[in-house]
Structure formats: structure tokens, C-alpha cells
């Protein structure tokens, strides 16, 4: 099996810059493709940004580009995701997530972490 494990989640005000991490344990062999969802209260979980096994290549949800950005640091079995220029709508609880290759539904991710609430005041 494979643990996740978010950390960074907090209270922050709009305009800060925040990075979230998530480290994996267990089987970590099993661990492709790593990525960030997102979950406001009352809405589904929706994707916000993957990277590939090797790092290499990664993908973001169109609204989070160019202020959101993931990393991965494979010998350490983490991955990252800072975000800047915090919103409001921003607020949520994020779920690292990881998988055998990338993808933009929950359902292509075999792994889940507990989740960490962020959460932006204006």
C-alpha cells in the first residue's frame, strides 16, 4: 500500500503565497504520477495540477495556470504545489493524489491523502 500525507494548509489572506507538500510512504514503487485536487464545501473534488513519475511534464487546470505551480522531488517521494497570489475562491481542502499516469479525474488516482484545508480571507 501506498500512505499520503498533505502538509502546509492553513488561514492565509488574499494576495499571499502558500505551498502545500505531500510525501508518500509505503510502496512507493507504486507511485506513477502524483497530482493536486481540490474540494470547496458543497462541490465535487476537481483536478488542479499533475506532474509525470520523472517530473518531467506536468499539467495544470486552465484557472490555476501561471499562479499555481507543481514539483516533485523523486528521491524524497514529495511533491509540491505552491500557489501565489491567493483567492478567496481558492478556499478549499487539498487532496494529493497519485496514480499510474497523469490525469484529470479523480477515479484515474489510486491514492489519496487525508487532505489540508486552505483557507483565504479576503
Known amino acids: 500500500q501506498v500512505q499520503l500525507v498533505e502538509s502546509g494548509g492553513g488561514l492565509v489572506q488574499a494576495g499571499d503565497s502558500l505551498t502545500l507538500s505531500c510525501a508518500a510512504t509505503g510502496r512507493t514503487s507504486r507511485v506513477g504520477a502524483m497530482a493536486w485536487f481540490r474540494q470547496a464545501p458543497g462541490e465535487d473534488r476537481i483536478f488542479v495540477a499533475a506532474?509525470?513519475?520523472?517530473?518531467?511534464?506536468?499539467d495544470y487546470e486552465d484557472s490555476v495556470k501561471g499562479r499555481f505551480t507543481i514539483a516533485r522531488d523523486r528521491a524524497k517521494n514529495t511533491v509540491a504545489l505552491q500557489i501565489n497570489s491567493l483567492k478567496p475562491e481558492d478556499t478549499a481542502v487539498y487532496y494529493c493524489?497519485?496514480?499510474?499516469?497523469?490525469?484529470?479525474?479523480?477515479?484515474?488516482?489510486?491514492?489519496w491523502g487525508p487532505g489540508t484545508q486552505v483557507t483565504v480571507s479576503s
Open positions: 506532474v509525470t513519475s520523472d517530473g518531467e511534464m506536468t
Open positions: 493524489a497519485a496514480g499510474v499516469r497523469i490525469g484529470v479525474w479523480p477515479n484515474e488516482y489510486n491514492y
